[in-house]
């Protein structure tokens, strides 16, 4: 009987021990060549437990309970394996990892065609959605901002759905454009403004986009010729593929102002004049009750709803989006709906391929009046309503007839609201593409492509007749249309004889393309606001305006042994807007990349994946910016001064205006030389670019001898400008296992730009072309373009200061014997000569003592994104900066002097607190012009935070996966800059509209 227990107790102990028994799995991970594998990721599936190869390429995972396993293998530039496994026994398993070579063979789009990464030649950078910046966005330029070196995307302002300045490279002109070329599924689009939308590409989703690839030297734009010297910027949109699925997003944000201008408050206003004021300044203080803060009455925190789906199968996607963008300033608002449908079908055994992409936007707006972004500076002693009637119960400054003050500024919180301007705004751009494979030559396909962007603008603004600002009109009534066409056609053939087991191979496109732009809109008349009475009369002709461009192209990639590609392409355009003379020009390119990662010698650097150099050399040219009709003289009606009379009869005459029968396009010289490379399989890859860009025949105006034209200037090819710098980037993978991801991409640009040229024959008097004009005086202008500097430069006089470094203010009282009297007494006054540096030693201070001193543009850029998953959370922050722009703070030189109170017209205006740095009292021509006004424009900028979570699969009943994120835009901003923001467009800083920040709630659902 004991035995039979002993037995028992034997087989339970057994079982009980059979049924625990833990294993491991284990082995060494190398490469193709052998080499042991660092940092491995092998995880098992069903148990979401894994680990990570170690220094010598090994892993072990322990304590696993026998059962069937599914193991992953995946590393950083290589093909991820998946090995089902049966555990009974502890497991050994070696892994061979191999090198995805698809990194290297993704198709990357570019002109009229695709190219493997590992053939480009020229400066290319794709950036796919994956990468884009992540939050509410309004526009698509916006998706990459800080992503792509050398491309500099500064928003105009932070108004709903507003634009952007994308400069690639510096800019390439001074009359012309700087605006690169945009293309959108093989459509050019049309660069000018739409009638009633802020911003052209708002009315494009950025939902519906896949992927960019900005092209930025000349070789890899010149196959678009006379319209590619600022650079090209390709906007694929999504395609349908795989199984039916539907994609929900919902993006929910409160729009809050980040900083408020600092001006002086009603009490610090009332103090200020009480203590420092005339007689009537004083008398025109407002009561001490009030104190009006104008910035919050106008201003408010706003919420941002955008909503998209989108339903996407093989061959097909359908998607429909809605944004409703409510603005800082009150009643400011953009709403846009949009639908997309693309078609890929494929017919007679992928022999026949179509491709249709449509895009349907209609937006509408309310533009709040921009006068009111000037509220800071409306008197704080004053209250909001008056307690009258009158001026629908706004306070306004009145003359003593009781009729508004035309020189003061109408009341902030009235301008908003006793103004109507609503706008609505249709797009439609579309094309469709047939590819045909040649059934006798597979290599050769044949492509036609046909597109149109087509758009309408309207609106109406209406100024109530009780409003100050329409008192003498009895308000104002007054509609405009404006209808844009743009249509292409092209034909081209591509051959490719690539082949997976071929080392050499030739990529030939050539082809021929017509594109033709008309604009119209008609002349209305200005009513008032009952309209009952013309105010304006309309023009007497309807705009009109159209041209045209017809090109031939080719170009030629071949891949010898697949380590030496060479590229050599041609264009030829033909614009209209040019005399027949000068409308043809031709546009080259060649360039050569040798992958030294290929050679035999090679093999030994295992830590070296890639290495590539590349060289290109290439002309583009440049079209946009110059009127249709430039090169022939345009007739214009005369004024009614002007009126030729036939007996007791007077008749309107046309005036012919100047031109130049000679104009031409500017043409841009461009060299690149660049170094791809890629370490430790991909852990740390990058590329490096030295570029030079001469542009030549610049558009300049320049005088003409008296009677040889219609006028003394005449605008024509004259200049030359310099661009020249370096561009770095670099990916790193900074840590990776199974639970943890941290990667950092960083770029930094260089670019230096210089004016070469500014006349036929140059003319050492002069400075150049002064531009940049400011608030403050009249016709007061503070930059220049001049040979030998930057565009944009600053033209200024050198402010002194006194011996305690106190800025000097002529007329205010000297530290020193000013009139040689032996004494320092109320007398003694500072003169100009004492505040400004007389730079002519002529005992004067003249014009010609201003001096050129720093520019607009900055000399560095940097952009940064660290972006981090741990398990299925995920985190990411996306940095950008700038150094060595300069800023004329126009804010501090004209609304911080006691000057700028005002007090001898009738009214009082605020000022602000930068007065009490000098606490100048006036305003003075000289004054205006100090460099004691221009300020550093350095700044660093957080742009977006964002944090998320991947919930997978919600439920088994109901199959779809959620995501949810929370962003920040617009984090913070740190800068020594003065003023609101330092990231101005033009480099002068008056009133501008803030740029919101942004706190978003983003789901994502997909079924």
């Given at each position: 009987m004991s035995a039979i227990k002993s037995f028992i107790v034997f087989l339970f102990i057994s079982i009980t021990l059979n049924s625990i028994s833990q294993y491991s799995i284990s082995g060494l991970v190398q490469d193709q060549n052998g080499?042991?594998?660092?940092?491995?990721?092998?995880?098992?599936?069903?148990?979401?437990?894994?680990?990570?190869?170690?220094?010598?390429?090994?892993?072990?995972?322990?304590?696993?309970?026998?059962?069937?396993?599914?193991?992953?293998?995946?590393?950083?530039?290589?093909?991820?394996?998946?090995?089902?496994?049966?555990?009974?026994?502890?497991?050994?398993?070696?892994?061979?990892?191999?090198?995805?070579?698809?990194?290297?063979?993704?198709?990357?789009?570019?002109?009229?065609?695709?190219?493997?990464?590992?053939?480009?030649?020229?400066?290319?950078?794709?950036?796919?959605?994956?990468?884009?910046?992540?939050?509410?966005?309004?526009?698509?330029?916006?998706?990459?901002?800080?992503?792509?070196?050398?491309?500099?995307?500064?928003?105009?302002?932070?108004?709903?759905?507003?634009?952007?300045?994308?400069?690639?490279?510096?800019?390439?002109?001074?009359?012309?454009?700087?605006?690169?070329?945009?293309?959108?599924?093989?459509?050019?689009?049309?660069?000018?403004?739409?009638?009633?939308?802020?911003?052209?590409?708002?009315?494009?989703?950025?939902?519906?986009?896949?992927?960019?690839?900005?092209?930025?030297?000349?070789?890899?734009?010149?196959?678009?010729?006379?319209?590619?010297?600022?650079?090209?910027?390709?906007?694929?949109?999504?395609?349908g593929k795989g199984k039916l699925s539907i994609t929900v997003n919902q993006k929910t944000s409160v729009s809050t102002v980040v900083k408020y201008a600092d001006v002086l408050s009603g009490d610090s206003l009332w103090n200020l004049v009480q203590n420092n004021g005339n007689a009537a300044q004083i008398q025109l203080l407002g009561d001490t009750n009030y104190n009006t803060n104008w910035q919050r009455e106008v201003f408010r925190t706003a919420i941002v709803n955008d909503f998209n789906i989108a339903v996407s199968k093989k061959f097909f996607r359908f998607s429909y989006g809605n944004r409703i963008d409510n603005g800082l300033l009150k009643k400011d608002q953009f709403i846009r709906n949009?639908?997309?449908?693309?078609?890929?079908?494929?017919?007679?055994?992928?022999?026949?391929?179509?491709?249709?992409?449509?895009?349907?936007?209609?937006?509408?707006?309310?533009?709040?009046?921009?006068?009111?972004?000037?509220?800071?500076?409306?008197?704080?002693?004053?209250?909001?309503?008056?307690?009258?009637?009158?001026?629908?119960?706004?306070?306004?400054?009145?003359?003593?007839?009781?009729?508004?003050?035309?020189?003061?500024?109408?009341?902030?919180?009235?301008?908003?609201?006793?103004?109507?301007?609503?706008?609505?705004v249709s797009r439609y751009i579309a094309n469709s593409k047939v590819t045909y494979k040649t059934h006798f030559l597979p290599e050769l396909k044949l492509v036609y492509n046909a597109g149109v962007d087509f758009s309408e603008g309207s609106g109406t603004v209406e100024v109530l007749s009780s409003s100050a600002a329409g008192y003498f009109s009895e308000g104002s009534y007054n509609t405009y249309r404006s209808n844009k066409r743009n249509?292409?056609?092209?034909?081209?053939?591509?051959?490719?004889?690539?082949?997976?087991?071929?080392k050499s191979f030739i990529d030939i496109i050539g082809g021929y393309s017509y594109q033709y732009w008309n604009s119209e809109s008609p002349n209305l008349p200005v009513y008032n606001a009952s309209q009952d009475s013309i105010i304006y009369p309309a023009a007497e002709n309807p705009f009109f305006t159209e041209n045209a461009l017809l090109s031939y192209y080719t170009r030629a990639i071949y891949n010898f042994n697949d380590r030496y590609v060479f590229n050599a392409a041609l264009r030829r355009d033909g614009s209209s807007r040019f005399s027949p003379a000068a409308r043809w020009g031709?546009?080259?390119?060649?360039?050569?990349?040798?992958?030294?990662?290929?050679?035999?010698?090679?093999?030994?650097?295992?830590?070296?994946?890639?290495?590539?150099?590349?060289?290109?050399?290439?002309?583009?040219?440049?079209?946009?910016?110059?009127?249709?009709y430039a090169y022939i003289s345009n007739y214009y009606e005369g004024t009614s001064t002007a009126q030729y009379s036939f007996g007791s009869d007077f008749y309107y005459v046309y005036r012919p205006g100047a031109f130049d029968a000679n104009l031409k396009w500017e043409e841009t010289l461009s060299y690149n030389l660049g170094v791809d490379f890629g370490l430790f399989n991909d852990r740390i890859s990058g590329s490096l670019d030295f570029y030079q860009k001469e542009t030549k025949d610049l558009l300049a105006t320049v005088a003409v001898p008296a009677g040889t034209n219609f006028s003394n200037q005449i605008l024509t090819n004259v200049g030359?400008?310099?661009?020249?710098?370096?561009?770095?980037?670099?990916?790193?993978?900074?840590?990776?296992?199974?639970?943890?991801?941290?990667?950092?991409?960083?770029?930094?640009?260089?670019?230096?730009?210089?004016?070469?040229?500014?006349?036929?024959?140059?003319?050492?008097?002069?400075?150049?072309?002064?531009?940049?004009?400011?608030?403050?005086?009249?016709?007061?202008?503070?930059?220049v373009h001049s040979v030998g500097f930057s565009t944009f430069s600053y033209l200024l006089y050198q402010q002194l200061y006194d011996n305690n470094g106190e800025f000097i203010e002529v007329g205010q009282q000297a530290n020193i014997d000013v009139n040689n009297d032996g004494t320092v007494d109320s007398q003694d006054k500072w003169q100009n000569i004492h505040a400004y540096a007389d730079l002519n030693n002529d005992g004067d201070i003249t014009p010609e003592d201003k001096y050129i001193f720093n520019k607009t543009a900055p000399d560095f850029l940097f952009g940064a994104a660290l972006n981090m998953n741990y398990k299925k959370w995920y985190a990411g922050l996306s940095f950008r900066a700038e150094l060595g722009g300069y800023i004329y703070n126009n804010i501090h030189s004209?609304?911080?002097?006691?000057?700028?109170?005002?007090?001898?017209?009738?009214?009082?205006?605020?000022?602000?607190?930068l007065y009490y740095n000098n606490q100048v009292q006036s305003i003075t021509p000289n004054q205006l012009l100090s460099d004691h006004y221009l300020e550093k424009a350095?700044?660093?900028?957080?742009?977006?935070?964002?944090?998320?979570?991947?919930?997978?699969?919600?439920?088994?009943?109901?199959?779809?996966?959620?995501?949810?994120?929370?962003?920040?835009?617009?984090?913070?901003?740190?800068?020594?800059?003065?003023?609101?923001?330092?990231?101005?467009?033009?480099?002068?800083?008056?009133?501008?509209?803030?740029?919101?920040?942004?706190?978003?709630?983003?789901?994502?659902?997909?079924?």
């Open positions: 080499e042991s594998l660092i940092g491995t990721t092998v995880l098992i599936k069903e148990l979401s437990k894994g680990t990570s190869s170690d220094i010598k390429g090994y892993y072990n995972i322990n304590d696993l309970p026998k059962g069937s396993y599914t193991l992953v293998f995946s590393a950083v530039g290589y093909i991820t394996i998946t090995e089902n496994i049966e555990l009974k026994n502890n497991l050994q398993k070696n892994i061979i990892m191999k090198e995805d070579v698809l990194l290297l063979n993704e198709a990357v789009v570019i002109g009229y065609g695709t190219a493997r990464t590992k053939d480009l030649t020229g400066s290319a950078v794709a950036v796919s959605e994956d990468d884009f910046l992540k939050g509410s966005l309004a526009s698509p330029e916006q998706l990459i901002m800080g992503k792509v070196p050398g491309l500099k995307v500064t928003s105009n302002d932070g108004g709903p759905g507003s634009g952007s300045s994308l400069r690639i490279r510096g800019g390439t002109s001074i009359n012309a454009s700087n605006d690169p070329l945009i293309v959108v599924d093989g459509v050019p689009l049309d660069n000018g403004g739409i009638a009633g939308a802020a911003n052209p590409l708002s009315l494009i989703n950025p939902n519906d986009i896949e992927s960019f690839v900005v092209l930025k030297d000349a070789s890899a734009c010149a196959i678009y010729g006379s319209r590619a010297a600022n650079g090209v910027i390709l906007i694929t949109t999504k395609k949009n639908i997309s449908l693309n078609i890929n079908p494929s017919f007679l055994d992928n022999h026949i391929q179509i491709e249709s992409n449509n895009k349907l936007v209609q937006s509408s707006s309310n533009f709040a009046d921009r006068g009111a972004l000037g509220a800071a500076y409306f008197d704080p002693t004053k209250p909001v309503i008056s307690g009258d009637s009158v001026f629908g119960g706004y306070y306004e400054w009145l003359q003593n007839s009781g009729s508004p003050n035309t020189l003061s500024a109408k009341n902030p919180v009235g301008l908003i609201n006793q103004r109507k301007d609503i706008s609505q249509f292409l056609s092209e034909a081209y053939f591509s051959f490719n004889n690539n082949k997976e087991d071929k031709l546009f080259p390119s060649l360039s050569a990349a040798w992958i030294i990662s290929g050679e035999k010698f090679m093999k030994n650097f295992n830590s070296i994946n890639l290495l590539k150099i590349r060289f290109g050399y290439g002309v583009t040219g440049q079209q946009d910016g110059i009127g249709d030359g400008m310099l661009n020249k710098g370096v561009e770095f980037n670099v990916n790193i993978g900074l840590f990776a296992n199974k639970d943890l991801r941290l990667d950092l991409v960083a770029n930094a640009t260089y670019n230096l730009n210089k004016v070469t040229k500014l006349a036929l024959i140059e003319d050492t008097n002069s400075v150049g072309i002064q531009v940049g004009g400011i608030s403050g005086g009249i016709g007061n202008t503070v930059q004209n609304t911080s002097t006691f000057q700028s109170l005002n007090g001898t017209q009738g009214f009082l205006n605020n000022i602000s607190s350095n700044f660093l900028r957080l742009d977006f935070l964002n944090i998320g979570y991947d919930f997978g699969k919600i439920s088994e009943k109901i199959p779809f996966n959620m995501d949810a994120s929370f962003t920040v835009q617009n984090v913070f901003v740190l800068t020594k800059y003065q003023g609101l923001d330092p990231e101005l467009g033009g480099g002068i800083d008056n009133n501008i509209y803030p740029r919101p920040r942004l706190y978003s709630i983003n789901f994502k659902f997909n079924f």
